[in-house]
């Protein structure tokens, strides 16, 4: 786009800062394509469902842990959170291929894959700490802690279980994270 402009749109600037503006100019428009594109590839986390508001500002607030509807919500917010473990688990355990498998490949394609992966991996780690998923981890350990306060007869094993999963997952992002920011600055 910016080489179709004719001589004459470009005024008093000479043709060193012309070439100088282009090629800038067309580093940012394709980190900008491949930010897009990984932002297009990247896992969606389902939102929890907004019928539920009452409920979580009774649990969070109050820390009330009885009813069927505090019940339901919680059954909700577990089979919710499976889901999110599968689908970052799924995203980690995806096989890293592309360039950087290639014999030929050089140094730039070494950092583009980290770059990208740098990317994969910021994508997943906004959405773990977005209020959608904080909601719902908050939700689910006030009403672990509420029930062991209250003897309730509910297992608390299976919530236990998840949020360990849960952090574990949110360890090995981090630390993924970190390798490839880590790779990305020094390479």
């Not at 080489?3 to 600037?13: A, F, N, P, T, V």
């Not at 820390?63 to 509807?69: L, W």
């Not at 910021?122 to 959405?127: D, N, S």
């Amino acid at each position: 786009m910016i080489d179709q402009l004719k001589k004459s749109d470009w005024g008093l600037c000479d043709d060193e800062s012309r070439k100088e503006f282009t090629s800038v100019f067309d580093k940012f428009s394709n980190e900008l394509r491949e930010a897009l594109k990984s932002i297009n590839s990247n896992i969606q986390l389902e939102a929890y469902p907004e019928q539920y508001e009452p409920q979580i500002k009774q649990l969070l607030d109050n820390g009330n842990a009885k009813g069927n509807e505090i019940n339901t919500m919680i059954d909700k917010f577990q089979n919710l959170f499976e889901k999110w473990s599968t689908q970052i688990q799924a995203a980690l355990d995806q096989p890293d291929t592309g360039a950087r498998d290639n014999k030929d490949a050089g140094p730039k394609d070494e950092i583009d894959y980290w770059k990208q992966k740098m990317r994969r991996l910021t994508g997943i780690a906004e959405q773990l700490r977005s209020k959608n998923c904080r909601v719902v981890r908050a939700c689910l350990s006030a009403y672990k802690d509420a029930s062991t306060e209250q003897g309730g007869a509910r297992p608390k094993d299976s919530i236990t279980l998840a949020t360990s999963k849960w952090l574990g997952l949110d360890l090995r992002i981090t630390e993924q994270l970190n390798e490839a920011k880590d790779n990305v600055k020094y390479l």
